[in-house]
C-alpha cells in the first residue's frame, strides 16, 4: 500500500495527477490523507480535480502557529497509523509543515518516505521560512528523492545522497497546469466575476498579476511591494494590477491599507485554482514572491519578476524564464517598467527554454513506486 499525504492547496496541485493516476493504475492500493492544513483553499483544488480524500486529519484551527500545527500533525497522522495498516511507502511533496511533519511520523513509524520536489534550496535557514529547514529535514528522512530538475538533482548528489535513491522526474506541478489548460479550453472558463477582462469592456487593457503572502516579506518587505505597486498604477494609468490577496492578516491589512483606493488596482478575494491558471494565461506579466508562480507561468509564457531576496528554484533565473528582483520598491518599478515598455526585453523572457519538464512527471514517479504497491 502507498500513502499520499497533503494539506495545502500547493500540495495538493503538485500531486493531484499522481493521485488520478495511482488511484487508475492501482486501485484498492492507495490511500490519499488531507491534513487540512489549508482547508478551504484545499477543497477548492480536490473539486477541480475530482479527488475525495480517505482520510481527512483536519488539524487547522485559528491563529495556529507552526510549532502548534507541527504538532497537532505529528499527533493525529501518528494516532492514525497507531489503528490503521501502515503503507508500504508515504509521499510527501514539496516544504511545507505537513510535508515535514509527515515525514517525521513516518520515520518513528519506519514507513519509508518517497519526496516529491525534492532537492531545492537557497541554503539561507530564514528565507524562506519555515521551507527551506523543513525541505531540508525532509531530505535526510527520505527514501526516495523526486528532483524537479537537474540543479535540483545536483544538489542532492553534492549532498551525497545516493545515487540509487535520487531520481531526475520533472516537475509534478507542469501536469497539473497541462491538465487544467486544456479543460479550461474545453469548457471556455474564466473567473466570472472578472468577466469585463475577458470578454467585456476591459478585455484589451493589459494586465499585471501580483501575488505576494510569504513570511519573510512580512513588514518592510510588503511595504516596498505594496509602494512599488502604487506608484506603478499611478504611472501607467491604463494598465490593470490584480492582486488576489492572501487572507493572512499580515498580508491583508497592509494591502488594503496602501493600495484599497486606486482606480486601476483591483484587490479581490484568494482565486480558485481554475481561476488562477486563466487569470495567469490572461495576464501580461506576473509580480511575486510565490514558489509554485515560477514554475507555472514560464509554462504559459508569461515573464516572472520575483519580489523575493534569494529563490530556492535557481534553474528558472539560470534559464532566463524568470527574473530575481527583490522587495525594493526601486527595483521593482525599473523591471516592471522596462517589461511594459521594452519589447525586446519583455521577449527576451519567452525566448528560453522552460527547465521544469514537459508534463509526465506523474507518470515517470509511478514507474519509480510501483515496488511499494
Not at 527514501?143 to 516537475?171: C, R, S, W
Not at 472578472?194 to 494586465?207: A, M, P, V
Request: hydrophobic share 40%.
Amino acid at each position: 500500500m502507498i500513502d499520499i499525504i497533503f494539506g495545502t492547496r500547493p500540495e495538493a496541485i503538485k500531486l493531484a495527477m499522481l493521485v488520478k493516476l495511482c488511484r487508475a493504475k492501482f486501485p484498492e492500493k492507495v490511500r490519499v490523507i488531507s491534513t487540512g492544513q489549508h482547508k478551504e483553499m484545499l477543497d477548492q483544488v480536490l473539486e477541480w480535480f475530482e479527488i475525495r480524500p480517505d482520510v481527512d486529519l483536519n488539524i487547522m484551527t485559528a491563529n495556529q502557529s507552526l510549532a502548534g500545527l507541527t504538532s497537532i500533525c505529528l499527533e493525529k497522522l501518528n494516532e492514525f497509523y497507531s489503528i490503521n495498516p501502515k503503507p508500504n511507502l508515504l509521499i510527501v511533496q514539496g516544504d511545507t509543515t505537513t510535508a515535514f511533519a509527515s515525514a517525521l511520523t513516518a520515520f518513528y513509524n519506519k514507513i519509508e518516505v518517497a519526496h516529491v520536489e525534492a532537492g531545492l534550496r537557497t541554503y539561507d535557514k530564514w528565507s524562506p521560512f519555515p521551507e527551506e529547514i523543513n525541505r531540508k529535514l525532509i531530505g535526510q528522512i527520505a527514501d526516495l528523492h523526486f528532483a524537479p530538475t537537474q540543479m535540483a538533482y545536483d544538489v542532492l548528489a553534492n549532498e551525497k545522497i545516493d545515487e540509487k535513491k535520487l531520481h531526475l522526474t520533472g516537475n509534478t506541478v507542469i501536469d497539473a497546469l497541462l491538465y487544467s489548460k486544456n479543460k479550461i479550453a474545453e469548457q471556455n472558463y474564466f473567473p466570472q466575476h472578472l468577466q469585463e477582462y475577458y470578454t467585456g469592456t476591459k478585455s484589451d487593457i493589459k494586465i499585471v498579476l501580483i501575488t505576494g503572502h510569504r513570511r519573510e516579506n512580512f513588514g518592510q518587505g510588503f511595504q516596498g511591494i505594496c509602494l512599488a505597486i502604487k506608484m506603478l498604477s499611478q504611472k501607467y494609468p491604463e494598465v490593470s494590477f490584480i492582486y488576489p490577496v492572501h487572507l493572512n492578516p499580515n498580508v491583508k491589512e497592509v494591502v488594503y491599507e496602501l493600495l484599497g483606493d486606486l482606480p486601476n488596482v483591483k484587490l479581490i478575494a484568494p482565486l480558485s485554482y481554475p481561476d488562477f491558471i486563466s487569470l495567469m494565461d490572461r495576464s501580461y506579466f506576473i509580480l511575486t514572491d510565490s514558489g509554485g508562480v515560477q514554475e507555472e507561468a514560464p509554462s504559459l509564457g508569461k515573464p516572472v519578476l520575483i519580489m523575493r531576496n534569494n529563490t530556492e528554484r535557481g534553474e528558472g533565473v539560470a534559464a532566463g524564464v524568470v527574473k530575481l528582483i527583490g522587495t525594493n520598491a526601486d527595483q521593482i518599478i525599473i523591471e516592471s517598467s522596462r517589461l511594459l515598455e521594452e519589447q525586446d526585453y519583455y521577449h527576451s523572457f519567452l525566448r528560453n527554454q522552460n527547465p521544469y519538464g514537459n508534463g509526465d512527471s506523474s507518470e515517470q514517479i509511478i514507474k519509480l513506486i510501483q515496488s511499494h504497491v
